[in-house]
Every structure is written in structure tokens, then in C-alpha cells.
């Protein structure tokens, strides 16, 4: 990554090598735990007859130790070779010239995500505790302000209409008890 | 004979002809929708089809693949951002006529290549799926999992630039598949003492979390960081010969057309090459027969028609293997195969033996969804144009709470809504890190099915060694599944080689031009 001008110093970024170095290592160590402890531990004993029940689970981890152990590999020679690979898997798509196409690899913007899943994991406490109508609303005009809406008239209609619609279709459309409790009861 | 009529008078009962209508009609409006495709369409719907007959649900979701599949086509066309790969080629002729004034022209050509296409395409399933289940019939457990193998080894490269990450992706996919009770022992097995994991983890959920849910997330983050698309350019004129398609202009394009349909009805009937795949070769095919080929690129019918018919042939022809064998080739089947599980029927060859009034009544539904394509997108194509115009701020929070309630439908249940949220955090990942979701899904899919006719075979052979040598059509699936893994490594390592050949000579080049 070039500096930006003025910039005194370079911002180092992890590169997309290293990345996929690291997660490669973290699917190593996951395997390694469901080998060792997880498959072992809750997987029930051979029954005598048929393959054992640990037998798919196993070759499923064994595929993907294997795969991960030999991609780590490639990266290991081509970093301390210092050969590198093919330039789509050492670079990010976003720092190269061309259009990066249909791709989504890329760096993960951590605090994008924060912001929207954390609103969604709070809906799924609150509903249970101040119900689906009052969470909802609340849900949707958070999701609507992070996603950078500032208009409050259309915000407060639209997540009246939505809550609205989803309530009528699942209680008098489908018949399914809508999650938690009901402020109208 | 009996069993026909009564299929297809099935297919035509008003209850039947809604849903696929509707199916259809809400399938155009969401694949118009940028970034909005027929598989997620289907994750999002699955949950209501919990509460209609077998064949109203299938029904109701083929026609909302066939109309998603056309849909891609409205923004590929008018704003030249194709919500999916397989439309790229229809907006590199389909945008230079919208500049010009005739976007009308140019969709109404996709309209009726996608559904002549289509139409073509549903006719040879309908042709061959039965004779060629029947002979599927014979195969044992040995066949269906050296099948499944090479099945999931194939689509292990879709969706990734690298073999080893869809491998990893298809190994995660089957041991999550794998989680609930055990076929053998009828007991837990990776439940991690979670009794809500005892049925192993809903496909609804799961589906929803990887397609629907983390494509939104990325769909938000590319708005909020480069912020809001392009507007529509939605310049439609008004006269008549810039808005319909002559008899001529649509004969013209007959034979480009055929062709197309044949090549995506062969692409789709193979496992794992998909849609986008059959669109470029069909329009490298036009272009290079073409006696206008430098027209192409600036707005020649030809391409659309190329294009389109391709793509939407795939929609049929992929649920090819998906009858006969149960084996889904691409993420749209996977999705219709979970759909099928869901109503009480495993896709595969005895699908036609047990339930042959369905599938008769499927028939019927797929030629009537592509009929109703044809009469929804001729009267209402200026209506559905206006779908590319609704705002992301509100698109976005719908589209999210959608899939929240979504994945609480199927169960009534908080703990779904949990997994979906879990599994849109992993599909965001994936996508991110270059993992293939498709190869994950259709491992998870696939996984209990892999696994019972292992123990089928091994119970059968007791514990026989050589198992597979006694059968040669399994041993030679078996043996094929090792060739296709040799040979992607093999074309992995050459195209790198390749590369970095061409990267230095271009290198090189620059170098001496500079000097």
C-alpha cells in the first residue's frame, strides 16, 4: 500500500498473504482440537456393526487438516523463498488497479461489522424480555441510523410499516406465536 | 398415463397457478434489485413454504428462480451492475441500448431469450429426467457415495480461486452436517450437549445466515464505504421501434438463441459449472459465428439473446442431476433440493417411483412458470424497472429483518435466529477470505446422504477392504473423483507457473520500453 500524500509515516497493513497464513493456522488448530477432543468426546462409542460413527466426521477433518496444512505449506516456501505466488492470492482486490469483478475477497472492515451484527444480536436478547413489537421498532431504527439514514419521518414509518407487516403475516398469516412477550395481551 | 393427467391437473389448480405466479412476479422484482439473487430469493422464502402443500411450495420456488434469474437481467441492463456473474454478459450489450435510449428494446430481448430458454431447456428435463432416473435406479450404495464424492470434489471449485480452500469449505460444510442424532446408533453425535442440536442444525437457518445475511452485510459495507450506487438511467424512449422487438429482430436471432439454450442446457446438466460459465461461452460463441462481431460490446441484440438464453436454460437443466441422481450442480438446486427435504421427499431417482403425481404436477409448474415469465415481463417490465430505484436505506433493514424472522419462522424458535446470525458471520468471513459457501452448502447438504451409504456399504461388504473393486462403475467414479482432485492441483500449479511467466515478461517488456 502506497502512503497517502502527507502522510509522514506508512500504515502498515497485514497483507493478504500473511492473512491467509494466519487462518490457515486457525483452521489447523481447530481440526487439531476436534481430533483430539471434540469428535472423541461426543461421538458415540463403535456399536459393533457398520463404519464407527467417529469414521465421516473424522476423514471430514482429516480433508481439511490436510488441505490447510498443504496451503500453509505454499505460503511458507513462497514467504521464505521470497517467491511470490500468483498476485490474486497475495493481494487485496481493493489494492489493485483493475476492477476487482465479481469478487468479495477483501479486507474485513471490523467495525462495519460490529455495527450491524451487534444490533442484531441485541434484538435476539430484547425481544424475549420487552417483546417482538417494541424490540423490532427499536431494531430498525438503529439498523436504519447505522446504515446512514437521517431521515426521522421515514425511519419511524418504515419500521411501524415493517414491524406491522411481519406481525399480521406471521400471527393471522401463518399462525406462529410471535417471539416473546406482547405488550397488547 | 393416470398418473400425468392427474399431475397436470394438479399444476393447474388455482392454488397451484397463484403461487407460481406469484413466485414469478416476486422472483422479477427481487433479482432487479441489485445485489439480490434467485438463491437467496429461495433461502428467504423457504420459511413460508413450511405452510403450503409439496407442490405449491415447489411450485412457488421454481417460478421465483426463473423470475430472479430474469430479474438479474433489469439491473444488468439499465445500471450495468449485475446483481449476479451470470447477467455480466447480458449488460456489455444491454447498457450501450439503455445509453441510447432503448433499454426497453434490450430487456425485452432478454425476456424472451430467457424464456424461450428457458422453455427449451424445461422441455428436454422433462424428456430425459424420467428414463434417465430409471436407469439411475440400479445404482447401489457404492455408486451414490463414490457419486457423492466426486459430486462434492467437482463443486469444491466453485465459488474460490483455490481447490484447497473450497476442500476445506466442503469438509467444514459435511462435519457441521453431521451434527444430530447418529444413523447407526440413533444417539448424539457432536451436539456438544445443546439439545436444541439434536435434530443437527436446520438447513433454513444455515441457508439463510450464508446467502442471504452475510451478502447483506457486504452489500452495506460497499454502500456505506463508497457509498450509494448509481441511479438508473431509465431512459426509455418513446418511440416504438426503440421499445419492442420485430418479429424480424426476434428471428434474426433464432440461431443464436438455440445455440445458447443447448449450451446452457448442457453446462447446467453438469454439476458445478453453473450459470455464469454457460452465459460467456454462449457470447463468445455469438460473437465469434457473428458477422458483426466489432457491433458486439456496443449494443447488438445478438449478445442479449446469446446471453440470456444461456443463462435461464441452466435453471431447468441444473435439476437434471438433482432428479436423477439427488445430486444439486449448482446453489439454486441445493437450495430446491433443501426445499424438498423440508416437504418430506428426497430428491433422486426414486423421487419419480414414490412420488410420480408430483413430479408430473412439477412439470406442469415449470412450463406454466415460464409461461407466466413471458406474460409478467411483457406487461409489467416498466413496473419492475423501478425496483432498481428503491433507496438501500430502507432496502437493507427490511432485506436484514426479513432473514431474522425468516429463520425464526421455520421452528418458532430464537435459538434458529442465533444459528442464522452465527452462519451470516461465517458466510461473511468466507466470502472475505476466499472460501467457497457453495462447496460448504452442498457438503452440508450432502453429508448425511454420503454418510448413510457408507454404512450401507460397509454393513453390505462386511467391513470388505476392496468394497469398491467389486464394482466397477463405483471404482470408477471413485477413481475418476481422484483424477479431477490431481488434476485441478495439477492446473492450479501450471496456470501459477503461467502467470508468473507472463507477469515477468510483461515485466520485462515494460522495463526495456522504459529504458
Known amino acids: 500500500m502506497l502512503p497517502a500524500k502527507g502522510c509522514e509515516k506508512e500504515v502498515k497493513h497485514v497483507t493478504r498473504i500473511i492473512r491467509d497464513a494466519i487462518a490457515y493456522l486457525l483452521i489447523v488448530g481447530f481440526c487439531i482440537l476436534m481430533l483430539t477432543w471434540a469428535i472423541p468426546t461426543y461421538t458415540p462409542a463403535y456399536p459393533g456393526y457398520g463404519a464407527s460413527p467417529a469414521l465421516v466426521p473424522n476423514v471430514a477433518v482429516c480433508v481439511m487438516l490436510f488441505m490447510a496444512c498443504l496451503s500453509l505449506i505454499r505460503v511458507g516456501v513462497a514467504l521464505c523463498m521470497k517467491k511470490p505466488i500468483v498476485v490474486e492470492e497475495s493481494e487485496f482486490p481493493e489494492d489493485l488497479e483493475e476492477d476487482g469483478g465479481f469478487t468479495q475477497v477483501g479486507r474485513v472492515k471490523i467495525v462495519h461489522l460490529v455495527n450491524l451484527m451487534v444490533p442484531c444480536v441485541l434484538l435476539v436478547v430484547a425481544i424475549q424480555y420487552i417483546g417482538y413489537m417494541l424490540a423490532s421498532f427499536a431494531f430498525l431504527m438503529v439498523l436504519q441510523y447505522v446504515i446512514g439514514s437521517r431521515k426521522w419521518t421515514q425511519s419511524i414509518v418504515v419500521s411501524i410499516i415493517l414491524t406491522a407487516v411481519l406481525f399480521i403475516v406471521m400471527r393471522y398469516g401463518f399462525g406462529v406465536p410471535v417471539p416473546g412477550p406482547q405488550i397488547f395481551e | ?515
Open chain 2, 1 to 515: 398415463m393416470e398418473m400425468i393427467i392427474a399431475g397436470l391437473l394438479d399444476s393447474i389448480s388455482p392454488a397451484s397457478l397463484m403461487f407460481v405466479l406469484l413466485g414469478v412476479a416476486v422472483g422479477v422484482l427481487i433479482g432487479a434489485i441489485p445485489g439480490i439473487n434467485g438463491p437467496m430469493a429461495i433461502a428467504l422464502f423457504i420459511p413460508i413454504t413450511y405452510y403450503m402443500t409439496p407442490l405449491t411450495a415447489v411450485g412457488f420456488l421454481v417460478g421465483l428462480n426463473k423470475g430472479a434469474f430474469f430479474g438479474g437481467a433489469v439491473s444488468a441492463v439499465l445500471l450495468r451492475t449485475p446483481g449476479t456473474p451470470e447477467a455480466a454478459a447480458t449488460s456489455w450489450d444491454g447498457y450501450p441500448l439503455t445509453q441510447q435510449g432503448k433499454g426497453e428494446k434490450a430487456l425485452r430481448m432478454a425476456l424472451y431469450s430467457s424464456v424461450a430458454g428457458d422453455f427449451i431447456s424445461t422441455i428436454v428435463l422433462i424428456l430425459i429426467a424420467a428414463p434417465l432416473a430409471a436407469i439411475a435406479l440400479f445404482m447401489g450404495p457404492s455408486e451414490i457415495f463414490a457419486l457423492i464424492s466426486l459430486a462434492l470434489t467437482v463443486i469444491a471449485g466453485i465459488g474460490t480461486t483455490s481447490i484447497c480452500r473450497g476442500l476445506i469449505a466442503a469438509g467444514f460444510g459435511i462435519l457441521l452436517g453431521l451434527i444430530g442424532t447418529e444413523p447407526v446408533t440413533a444417539l448424539p453425535r457432536l451436539t456438544f450437549d445443546v439439545y436444541q442440536l439434536g435434530s443437527g442444525l436446520s438447513l433454513i437457518p444455515v441457508a439463510i445466515g450464508l446467502l442471504a445475511f452475510s451478502e447483506i452485510l457486504l452489500q452495506v459495507e460497499k454502500f456505506t464505504v463508497k457509498g450509494g450506487s448509481a441511479q438508473s438511467a431509465n431512459k426509455f424512449s418513446s418511440k416504438l421501434e426503440d421499445r419492442l422487438i420485430t418479429f424480424k429482430e426476434f428471428f434474426s436471432n433464432i440461431k443464436t438463441l438455440l445455440r445458447g439454450s443447448l449450451i446452457g442446457i448442457g453446462v447446467g446438466a453438469m454439476p458445478g459449472l453453473g450459470a455464469p460459465v454457460a452465459s460467456f461461452m454462449s457470447y463468445d460463441q455469438a460473437m465469434k459465428r457473428s458477422k458483426h462481431k466489432k457491433e458486439f460490446g456496443k449494443g447488438r441484440l445478438e449478445g442479449i439473446a446469446a446471453s440470456e438464453s444461456a443463462n435461464s436454460s441452466v435453471v431447468a437443466s441444473s435439476l437434471i442431476p438433482l432428479f436423477v441422481l439427488g445430486i444439486p450442480g449448482n446453489l439454486a438446486a441445493a437450495m430446491l433440493m433443501g426445499a424438498f427435504m423440508i416437504h418430506g421427499m428426497q430428491p433422486g431417482p426414486l423421487l419419480f417411483k414414490e412420488n410420480a403425481q408430483l413430479m408430473y404436477g412439477i412439470y406442469g409448474s415449470l412450463v406454466l412458470a415460464s409461461l407466466f415469465l413471458l406474460v409478467i415481463g411483457r406487461f409489467g417490465l416498466r413496473y419492475f424497472c423501478k425496483a432498481v430505484d428503491i433507496p438501500a436505506m430502507i432496502l437493507y433493514p427490511i432485506v436484514i429483518f426479513t432473514c431474522i424472522m425468516g429463520a425464526y419462522l421455520g421452528k418458532s424458535s430464537m435459538f434458529d435466529v442465533g444459528i442464522m446470525l452465527t452462519f451470516g458471520f461465517i458466510g461473511y468471513f468466507m466470502r472475505k477470505f476466499d472460501y467457497s459457501y457453495v462447496a460448504f452448502l452442498i457438503g452440508f447438504i450432502l453429508a448425511p446422504e454420503w454418510e448413510r451409504s457408507l454404512q450401507q456399504v460397509v454393513i453390505i461388504s462386511e467391513h470388505d477392504p476392496f468394497m469398491f473393486i467389486q464394482r466397477p462403475v463405483a471404482m470408477g467414479l471413485m477413481v475418476l473423483t481422484l483424477f479431477v482432485i490431481a488434476r485441478t492441483f495439477w492446473c492450479s500449479i501450471g496456470a501459477g507457473r503461467k502467470k508468473k511467466q507472463v507477469e515477468a515478461a510483461t515485466a520485462a517488456a515494460g522495463q526495456h520500453k522504459a529504458d
